[in-house]
């Protein structure tokens, strides 16, 4: 690993765990077992330092949440090897994100003090949200979910649920309710299903308990 790649890696462990703004140089620096020149040889910055990070955790998020959906045509189908992919593959890769998910420690963090960082990790955000609403459509046109289904709402619950498992993983780091608040969420989907009611799942109630 080049010491690029190795200041890359051990700032993205570090912004997982401790934060962007709670993070200095000299954190980083040590972690990569590098000294300020070599730091500054390859960064103008610690902004320019995020920029490229979260980069990189964008492309891993899309490599592990979007894992087999080219193998699947349901739309509903694909948001719901999302959610276990986001719980199974991404949520626990310990190694790149050692913290829990570095977005969503991004988005406590920088929304008041650094809004202009905070505006790069909201396109990641919305982007999930259109992806999310885009398969909702698709399967309310094709006859999988029930022609009264708000996909805009399904789509906030769905995307809420996802960040709040998120949240409570890593504060709790308890695969059970981690596996509960995903398990929620596919019976969400199921209860949109003309076959399913919310009524009879009650599972919306859970989700907004979530």
């Keep these: 690993?080049?010491?690029?790649?190795?200041?890359?890696?051990?700032?993205?462990?570090?912004?997982?765990?401790?934060?962007?703004?709670?993070?200095?140089?000299?954190?980083?620096?040590?972690?990569?077992?590098t000294s300020k020149g070599g730091f500054y040889n390859h960064f103008e910055s610690k902004d320019d330092l995020f920029y490229e990070v979260l980069s990189i955790a964008?492309?891993?998020?899309?490599?592990?949440?979007?894992?087999?959906?080219?193998?699947?045509?349901?739309p509903?189908?694909?948001?719901?090897?999302?959610?276990?992919?986001?719980?199974?593959?991404?949520?626990?890769?310990?190694?790149?994100?050692?913290?829990?998910?570095?977005?969503?420690?991004?988005?406590?963090?920088?929304?008041?003090?650094?809004?202009?960082l905070m505006n790069e990790v909201a396109q990641g955000f919305m982007g999930l949200k259109r992806m999310v609403k885009n398969l909702l459509e698709e399967g309310k046109e094709k006859g999988e979910l029930r022609t009264d289904i708000d996909t805009d709402r399904a789509t906030e619950m769905i995307f809420?649920?996802?960040?709040?498992?998120?949240?409570?993983?890593?504060?709790?780091?308890s695969d059970d309710t981690l596996n509960q608040s995903i398990n929620?969420?596919?019976?969400?989907?199921?209860g949109l299903s003309p076959a399913g009611t919310l009524a009879d799942l009650n599972v919306e109630d859970q989700l907004l308990e979530i």
């Design 1 to 33: 690993m080049s010491l690029k790649d190795r200041i890359h890696h051990e700032s993205m462990k570090l912004f997982s765990t401790k934060g962007y703004l709670n993070t200095s140089i000299s954190d980083i620096m040590e972690a990569a077992e």
């Design 58 to 74: 964008q492309c891993i998020w899309r490599k592990k949440v979007l894992f087999g959906l080219d193998e699947i045509d349901s």
């Design 76 to 116: 509903i189908e694909k948001i719901k090897k999302i959610l276990i992919n986001y719980r199974d593959r991404y949520l626990k890769d310990y190694e790149n994100f050692p913290g829990g998910c570095i977005f969503v420690t991004f988005s406590v963090e920088l929304d008041d003090q650094r809004p202009d």
């Design 160 to 173: 809420s649920g996802m960040i709040g498992a998120s949240v409570l993983f890593g504060v709790e780091k």
């Design 184 to 190: 929620s969420l596919i019976l969400y989907l199921d």
